[in-house]
């Protein structure tokens, strides 16, 4: 290896010295003889030693590399398939002289088809895979190209273990609420699942083992292929809503437009003509109000390709990621977007509710709990945030607000206080010394039933006194707890395995007595509160409106450069 020497004038200090020193490093770190890019064999029995031979410099070059083969191919899972290559003595894992395993091709069969489990073929180094394959079949030389083979295998082995990662846990981050330790899924734990699929030659059985097993997502799954088979993924233009650059933004709106047919090319800067005139015929072929200027809601129509669905999917599929592994025998599920409450039992859907949510001003939170007791005829205790934005402002411009409203002022004694001996002036968020409760009965805000479970957000699931909301379409409604209506079927569901301390008409007694009733003691049922924009239902997909934006976020965070081809 040769060295290029510097000639340091005078005395090398200790730092000139220091440098001089990484250089040499440098120059000998990238001094690692790239790998061939062919290496074709006469004779076919070579094949297979000068294969090893190939993976075992590819392996020196691109450790040196970070990864890195050459500016179109790099591994991303990097340190496994080193662990795999060292402990296989760099064996190939994939192929067997001149010709795939059956592995291989179930491999590829799972990365061509990865759209249909809401990944992106491109991933897992679909096309770079289909040039080669092709290449080896028709092409006798590439076939007898050692270089290739090991470049193929190894990019087998990183899809593998990418597919493998993105099943089991997904792309998106982990947060606040996700149950699953990280722990678990180390290096060794891919490694077993990689030796485990390769020894029993059951590559897309190992994979789809990994995938969640909840309903939603089981769901989701099944009527992935039948999207798939009418969905259009011509390339549109996205628009990025709100904007930073308005004038930008109106070029992309152009661009979108043109796209649609509706306009022939973009106008001048000055020239808002053409513009609303194609704008008016968006709006009356999609039945908006036709104003000709650009809206929220216009965005979001011309926003809603099956690009833009896809993604969502690959989303929602990703946050069933972020469950428990383990699926309870029964649990509950509330989807926000949908506006729905599922109950499931030994894999069947018990129940299913519509609910009202929280408004996007006071949104409902994503958590999960255990549902503990439930309370008939429930006095409400009203959070600090509800008295301090809506409750104080009305009380103090008029006491009587209080008395309408069937509320009551309690100090922290819980000592009930006559609001007329009370400077409401004086009240605010630093000073406010009392707790508003609104007493129970048929015009309690919380209906006649209220579900208790622990979360730090003070919200529950309960009844409520504007049952004719329910018949809405948009129910971002509440202040952030989640009303039930079909809550009678749910406390009876939940009191239903003990008959020996519930009879059948229990409830409805209590009910026609108007009598509060705390009950416990059932076995707790597993609450997951979820912001899913996306239900299989009947073996099709729905797509739910985006109600707080998340979905959106997402699909520009994590998959917004995504190509879905």
């Keep these: 290896m040769r060295y290029i020497l510097l000639s340091l004038p005078g005395r090398a200090t200790l730092s000139q010295s220091a440098i001089f020193f990484l250089i040499l490093c440098l120059f000998a770190c990238k001094n690692t003889k790239k790998p061939p890019e062919k290496d074709v064999v006469k004779e076919p029995e070579q094949l297979e030693v000068r294969t090893k031979e190939n993976l075992q410099k590819i392996f020196t070059y691109v450790d040196e590399n970070k990864g890195k083969l050459n500016d179109s191919i790099s591994f991303s899972e990097w340190p496994l398939l080193k662990s795999v290559y060292a402990e296989n003595a760099y064996q190939t894992v994939w192929s067997y002289e001149d010709d795939w395993k059956p592995l291989a091709d179930s491999l590829f069969g799972l990365v061509k088809n990865a759209k249909e489990y ?68 180390d290096a060794a734990y891919f490694l077993e699942t990689f030796k485990s699929a390769i020894a029993g030659n059951k590559i897309i059985e190992t994979l789809q083992s990994l995938e969640p097993h909840f309903q939603g997502y089981t769901a989701i799954r099944a009527a992935i292929p039948a999207f798939l088979q009418t969905a259009n993924f011509k390339k549109f233009t996205y628009l990025v809503y709100p904007y930073k650059d308005s004038i930008a933004f109106v070029r992309s709106v152009e661009r979108r437009l043109i796209e649609e047919g509706l306009l022939d090319t973009i ?52 946050q069933f990621k972020l469950m428990p592994d383990t699926v309870p025998v029964t649990y509950m599920f509330v989807n926000l977007p949908s506006y729905t409450l599922f109950v499931y039992n030994d894999d069947t859907l018990a129940l299913k509710s519509k609910v009202i949510v929280g408004a996007p001003g006071t949104r409902t939170p994503q958590l999960n709990s255990k549902v503990s007791n439930f309370i008939t005829y429930p006095q409400w205790t009203v959070p600090y945030s509800i008295v301090f934005r809506d409750m104080l ?75 004719s909301l329910f018949s809405r379409s948009n129910r971002a409604l509440s202040h952030g707890c989640v009303r039930v209506k079909e809550w009678e079927k749910l406390s009876q569901f939940l009191i239903s395995p003990d008959t020996m301390r519930f009879k059948p008409d229990s409830l ?24 899913n924009t996306v239900e299989g239902v009947e073996g099709s997909l729905k797509f739910y409106s985006d109600i707080y934006g998340y979905d959106r976020l997402a699909r520009e965070k994590y998959f917004a450069k995504k190509e879905v081809m």
Excluded: C
């Excluded at 809601?297 to 993604?311: A, G, H, V, Y």
């Excluded at 100090?411 to 707790?435: C, E, G, Q």
């Design 508 to 531: 409805s007694a209590w009910m026609i007595r108007q009598e509060k009733h705390t009950v416990t003691g059932f076995p707790r049922v597993p609450l997951y509160i979820r912001y």
């Design 118 to 185: 809401g990944l992106f073929p491109s991933d897992y180094n679909y096309a770079a895979l289909q040039a080669m394959r092709d290449k080896m079949r028709q092409d006798v030389v590439s076939r007898r190209d050692a270089a290739l083979w090991a470049r193929a295998d190894m990019m087998f082995t990183d899809a593998f273990f990418k597919l493998a990662k993105h099943l089991k846990l997904g792309r998106l981050e982990r947060d606040s609420i996700t149950l699953r330790k990280d722990s678990l899924y």
């Design 393 to 467: 402002p009305r009380i103090q411009k008029n006491i009587g607000y209080l008395s309408r409203q069937n509320l009551m002022v309690v100090d922290r004694y819980d000592s009930v206080v006559d609001p007329a001996s009370i400077n409401w002036s004086k009240m605010d968020k630093k000073h406010f010394p009392y707790l508003i409760r609104q007493k129970e009965g048929d015009d309690n805000s919380l209906g006649i039933i209220k579900f208790n479970f622990a979360n730090k957000y003070s919200v529950y699931l309960h009844d409520t006194n504007a049952r």
């Design 267 to 318: 106008p001048p800067l000055n020239d808002t003509v053409g513009l609303r005139s194609a704008i008016r015929r968006y709006q009356e072929d999609h039945e908006f109000k036709v104003s000709g200027k650009i809206s929220e809601p216009l965005i979001r129509s011309l926003n809603n390709t099956d690009e833009q669905k896809f993604k969502s999917i690959a989303v929602t599929l990703d």
